[in-house]
């Protein structure tokens, strides 16, 4: 099932490559040489660009991690660099309009698309150059979230929340051990993994996960849909090894660290990623019920669950706060809004019924190593009892 996921993934992205592909042709070669040799070469350039792009993503699914970083920056960044470029030359249309319907001669248009195409490079080059950077410099994004079961004694509790690390191609070993230094500087109570954390195998990518050991907090893993791209169960065996607490649709009591027996405690929950039921891994698949079977209803609960859309189970069955990651945000806005024909919400907090929900835009970033208007975040999370 999942090669088929992946198949569907890769057709719909191979017709979105065309089509960008025969539009920034026409506007930025057809449009603009003026002959028959310069549109040549730059139909060359643009094939050449497209391929790339397409050996990126192809060999991204296929071959390790390592061998394909060169390609995935260059295919990457030229798929940003070619998404924003088409989307301010479709803003660019207009102006177009209103000089055909005044039927200016060939001439003036030529000038006036050369202008277009140089204005609209200019602005997609700044903003993936602006992108770029941002997208390797996570910040710190610290909340009070209040839940009206917690004990008072267990006030100021904090999580760190990391998603969508994506270690793989491009961010690897340094880049999580900068990020497990960071969080440990922070001295959180706990550490919640929340999904997507690898894009290869544990053969392929375990020694760069290593520094989670390193983690000075009790840590929990749930996975995210792109675990089981890569051999999920794998990957639930091995992080045990660094000291990752694996949760699949069950739960723990957390306290205080220096609590003793029978201090106050709340529910920690973790439910395998939405897609599982579909990846044919065996036992695998999102059951939030199972989770919080026999759970005492006086006792807050924590969900992680990579996929925001699960709040709405969440809801149905009072979780107190989900913790999820998956949208980034959106990435690279506006493009990222399509997210929002999945998920709820890109980022944030917000409340459906009685339930929290915190979407964290998460660490890291899949394909174009860009980010914009979606800055990447490490986590910080306190709960705080009611004010009465």
Same mark, same amino acid.
């Given at each position: ?236 065996? #091995? &992080? /045990?090894?660094?000291? =990752?607490?694996? *949760?699949?649709?069950?739960?723990? $009591?957390?306290?205080? %660290?220096? @609590? ?71 990435? #690279? &806005? /506006?493009?990222?809004? =399509?997210?929002? *024909?999945?998920?709820?919400?890109? $980022?944030?907090?917000? %409340?459906? @019924? ?35």
């Amino acid at each position: 099932m999942i090669g088929r996921m992946v198949s569907v993934f890769v057709l719909g992205f191979l017709l979105v490559v065309i089509l960008m592909h025969v539009y920034l042709y026409r506007r930025l070669v057809h449009d603009v040489a003026s002959g028959a040799r310069a549109r040549h070469l730059g139909l060359l350039l643009i094939l050449l660009l497209a391929a790339s792009t397409v050996a990126a993503i192809v060999f991204r699914l296929t071959l390790p991690p390592g061998p394909t970083a060169a390609l995935n920056w260059v295919g990457y960044l030229w798929l940003a660099l070619g998404l924003y470029l088409a989307l301010i030359l479709i803003v660019f249309e207009v102006p177009r309009l209103v000089l055909r319907r005044r039927r200016t001669d060939p001439g003036r248009r030529r000038a006036l698309a050369r202008l277009l195409a140089g204005a609209a490079a200019v602005l997609a080059a700044g903003t993936v150059g602006y992108g770029v950077v941002s997208a390797r410099s996570p910040r710190l994004a610290r909340r009070e979230i209040t839940l009206d079961r917690l004990d008072p004694a267990l006030d100021g509790v904090t999580i760190a929340a990391l998603s969508d690390v994506h270690i793989g191609g491009i961010n690897r070993g340094p880049f999580l051990a900068d990020v497990v230094r960071r969080v440990n500087a922070e001295r959180p109570d706990l550490v919640a993994l929340v999904g997507d954390l690898v894009d290869g195998s544990v053969d392929q990518l375990g020694g760069a996960a290593g520094s989670l050991g390193e983690l000075n907090a009790p840590t929990f893993f749930v996975t995210g849909n792109h675990e089981y791209f890569h051999d999920a169960e794998e990957w639930c065996e #091995f &992080l /045990p090894t660094l000291g =990752v607490r694996v *949760l699949r649709n069950e739960r723990v $009591a957390i306290g205080r %660290r220096e @609590g003793g027996p029978g201090a106050p405690t709340f529910d920690l929950a973790g439910i395998d990623d939405r897609t599982a039921a579909r990846s044919g891994e065996p036992g695998h698949g999102a059951n939030l019920a199972k989770a919080l079977d026999g759970r005492d209803p006086a006792r807050p609960v924590v969900l992680l669950a990579h996929q925001p859309v699960m709040v709405d189970q969440a809801a149905r069955l009072d979780v107190d706060l989900q913790i999820s990651g998956h949208t980034h945000g959106g990435q #690279f &806005l /506006p493009l990222g809004y =399509v997210v929002l *024909l999945d998920q709820p919400v890109l $980022a944030g907090l917000t %409340r459906i @019924g009685r339930t929290w929900l915190y979407v964290t835009r998460g660490v890291g970033f899949w394909g174009p190593p860009v980010r914009v208007g979606a800055p990447p975040e490490i986590t910080l999370l306190t709960l705080r009892t009611p004010t009465r």
